[in-house]
């Protein structure tokens, strides 16, 4: 009898080309032998590629970890092992109050780069000296990949807030040329229409207040930008703009719940410091009056003139940045700083901002207190300055308190809304002081702190303002 692992090539082509033969009784039964075992071996030799595959892929994990390990261990900090890294986090955080509390008594302790384990595979390397900062602002490009994901998961598919660089860099671009271009030179038409409809809304409740004989109207002021954002007025002009192209939901909503939040956090925090100085209200007013008084309608170009004012949203967005951290990653490459340390790649980079803008030494001992003069260097006598004259940034002369400022970030994955914005707000704070004084409502905790809140840092609590009708 032939043997049928003789007789057939053992291959699968060969069983099947093999002409069926009435010679072979045991053909059919030795044919599901064949296939049975072919089945075995193909299925085996499977399972070994998805070992192989995945142990490779475990190793690779493993390798990049234990780099990780060993290269942030070379990056100052305090010794701690990082599988013990999360209880010693939240025992640090919570005796100091905060991540940022935390932060500033690492810095005093082991100097301007210190790294901090959040978990076995977590290093944050925080950067407080201003150098450094600018470098590594420059050289990391990713941001954190939660970031992308949470994005992802609550906006749905976004060009503009994902982690990698690669894929954010041509719609910052064209968003940035669209912002600062079309929207800024095409129309100040944004700002205004904000600024009419806060007024709007303004005079609306001042009417209903003032049917009885006061003289005044009280508003929440986060409700500033109620109006403005649900009448859909710089949704509209996004819509015209990203509705066309791809991912309009994850892109439009993704600004709003950034812009929206950062800039309503930003008026609202102005409006606390001018009750908090009505000193400073008054001067505002002179300046304000003395250029509507060459001009007929408020634009942007006015209102960069007024240096004062400019002055004030900037010291507004120094002592209240929109988070307590910028936060940068290299997804690929390793970060070689200049002062010799290198941030292996996937480290969490931040700059501590609080830290950093309230910095005694490089902001003087009165770093913690509101003062929009501080943008006046002794050397330049502001008045007759534009501020376009400074490149649109501040007016500092010093070049480490330019790069301590840093309400927008900085370098590659800088805001790219910060002009907008700035002259938004500008304009709109601009018109509410040339048709009111702004008062606190009398009675309530007039000593706001910064607290996070809603993702952003806010002055809370927020406080009562009221309304007055300047007598013209
Ligand atoms: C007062 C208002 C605002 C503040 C304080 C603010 C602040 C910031 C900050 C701190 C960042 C991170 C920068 C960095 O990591 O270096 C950022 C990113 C960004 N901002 Fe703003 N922002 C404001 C308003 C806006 C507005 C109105 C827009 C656009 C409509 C905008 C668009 C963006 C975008 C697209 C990014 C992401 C950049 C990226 O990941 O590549 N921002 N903003």
Same mark, same amino acid.
């Given at each position: 009898?032939?043997?049928?692992?003789?007789?057939?090539?053992?291959?699968?082509?060969?069983?099947?080309?093999?002409?069926?033969?009435?010679?072979?009784?045991?053909?059919?039964?030795?044919?599901?032998?064949?296939?049975?075992?072919? #089945?075995? !071996? @193909?299925?085996?030799?499977?399972?070994?590629?998805?070992?192989?595959? +995945?142990? $490779?892929?475990?190793?690779? *994990?493993?390798?990049?970890?234990?780099?990780?390990?060993?290269?942030?261990?070379?990056?100052?900090?305090?010794?701690?092992?990082?599988?013990?890294?999360?209880?010693?986090?939240?025992?640090?955080?919570?005796?100091?109050?905060?991540?940022?509390?935390?932060?500033?008594?690492?810095?005093?302790?082991?100097?301007?780069?210190?790294?901090?384990?959040l978990?076995?595979?977590?290093?944050?390397?925080?950067?407080?000296?201003?150098?450094?900062?600018?470098?590594?602002?420059?050289?990391?490009?990713?941001?954190?990949?939660? #970031?992308? !994901? @949470?994005?992802?998961?609550?906006?749905?598919?976004?060009?503009?807030? +994902?982690? $990698?660089?690669?894929?954010? *860099?041509?719609?910052?671009?064209?968003?940035?040329?669209?912002?600062?271009?079309?929207?800024?030179?095409?129309?100040?038409?944004?700002?205004?229409?904000?600024?009419?409809c806060?007024?709007?809304?303004?005079?609306?409740?001042?009417?209903?207040?003032?049917?009885?004989?006061?003289?005044?109207?009280?508003?929440?002021?986060?409700?500033?930008?109620?109006?403005?954002t649900?009448?859909?007025?710089?949704?509209?002009?996004?819509?015209?703009?990203?509705?066309?192209?791809?991912?309009p939901?994850?892109?439009?909503?993704?600004?709003?719940?950034?812009?929206?939040?950062?800039?309503?956090?930003l008026?609202?925090?102005?409006?606390?410091?001018?009750?908090?100085?009505?000193?400073?209200?008054?001067?505002?007013?002179?300046?304000?009056?003395?250029?509507?008084?060459?001009?007929?309608?408020?634009?942007?170009?006015?209102?960069?003139?007024?240096?004062?004012?400019?002055?004030?949203?900037?010291?507004s967005?120094?002592?209240?940045p929109?988070?307590?951290?910028?936060?940068?990653c290299?997804?690929?490459?390793?970060?070689?700083?200049?002062?010799?340390?290198?941030?292996?790649?996937?480290?969490?980079?931040?700059?501590?901002?609080?830290?950093?803008?309230?910095d005694?030494a490089?902001?003087?001992?009165?770093?913690?207190?509101?003062?929009?003069?501080?943008?006046?260097?002794?050397?330049?006598?502001?008045?007759?300055?534009?501020?376009?004259?400074?490149?649109?940034?501040?007016?500092?002369?010093?070049?480490?308190?330019?790069a301590?400022?840093?309400?927008?970030?900085?370098?590659?994955?800088?805001?790219?809304?910060?002009?907008?914005?700035?002259?938004?707000?500008?304009?709109?704070?601009?018109?509410?002081?040339?048709?009111?004084?702004?008062?606190?409502?009398?009675?309530?905790?007039n000593?706001?702190?910064?607290?996070?809140?809603?993702?952003?840092?806010?002055?809370?609590?927020?406080?009562?303002?009221?309304?007055?009708?300047?007598?013209?």
């Amino acid at each position: 009898m032939e043997s049928c692992d003789a007789a057939h090539p053992y291959t699968l082509i060969g069983v099947l080309l093999r002409p069926p033969t009435s010679a072979h009784a045991g053909a059919a039964a030795c044919r599901g032998r064949f296939f049975r075992d072919y #089945t075995s !071996r @193909a299925t085996n030799a499977l399972l070994w590629i998805a070992l192989i595959s +995945v142990t $490779s892929l475990l190793f690779r *994990r493993l390798a990049r970890l234990v780099r990780l390990w060993v290269q942030g261990s070379r990056i100052p900090g305090p010794p701690s092992n990082p599988f013990l890294a999360r209880s010693k986090l939240i025992a640090g955080c919570g005796s100091l109050g905060s991540l940022t509390g935390y932060l500033a008594e690492l810095h005093e302790t082991y100097g301007p780069i210190v790294r901090l384990w959040l978990s076995p595979t977590q290093l944050l390397v925080s950067v407080k000296d201003t150098m450094l900062i600018k470098e590594m602002l420059i050289k990391a490009e990713d941001k954190l990949p939660l #970031t992308g !994901r @949470a994005f992802h998961l609550a906006f749905g598919r976004s060009s503009l807030f +994902v982690s $990698s660089f690669d894929k954010v *860099r041509k719609r910052r671009e064209s968003l940035a040329e669209y912002m600062n271009g079309k929207l800024a030179v095409g129309a100040n038409n944004i700002p205004l229409k904000v600024v009419e409809c806060v007024m709007g809304r303004v005079d609306t409740i001042m009417g209903k207040e003032n049917k009885g004989n006061e003289k005044k109207t009280r508003l929440d002021a986060p409700v500033l930008l109620d109006n403005a954002t649900s009448g859909g007025l710089f949704q509209e002009e996004m819509e015209e703009y990203l509705i066309s192209k791809e991912e309009p939901c994850g892109n439009i909503l993704g600004l709003m719940f950034h812009g929206c939040l950062a800039t309503a956090s930003l008026i609202s925090s102005i409006l606390t410091r001018l009750v908090l100085h009505p000193e400073l209200q008054e001067k505002l007013y002179s300046e304000i009056i003395e250029v509507r008084e060459k001009t007929y309608k408020l634009d942007s170009d006015d209102v960069q003139k007024m240096n004062l004012l400019m002055a004030t949203v900037h010291e507004s967005a120094r002592l209240l940045p929109a988070g307590p951290l910028l936060q940068r990653c290299s997804l690929k490459h390793d970060i070689c700083l200049s002062s010799g340390v290198t941030a292996p790649a996937g480290a969490i980079l931040v700059v501590p901002l609080q830290l950093v803008q309230m910095d005694n030494a490089i902001w003087g001992k009165d770093a913690s207190q509101f003062n929009p003069c501080r943008f006046f260097s002794e050397a330049t006598n502001h008045k007759g300055k534009e501020y376009e004259d400074f490149g649109g940034s501040p007016f500092f002369s010093e070049p480490k308190k330019k790069a301590a400022f840093l309400p927008f970030g900085y370098g590659t994955r800088a805001c790219v809304g910060e002009k907008f914005a700035t002259l938004g707000i500008a304009t709109l704070i601009a018109s509410l002081l040339q048709n009111y004084e702004i008062r606190f409502q009398p009675g309530l905790d007039n000593d706001p702190k910064p607290i996070m809140n809603d993702c952003i840092l806010q002055l809370l609590p927020s406080p009562k303002v009221v309304f007055v009708k300047r007598s013209k």
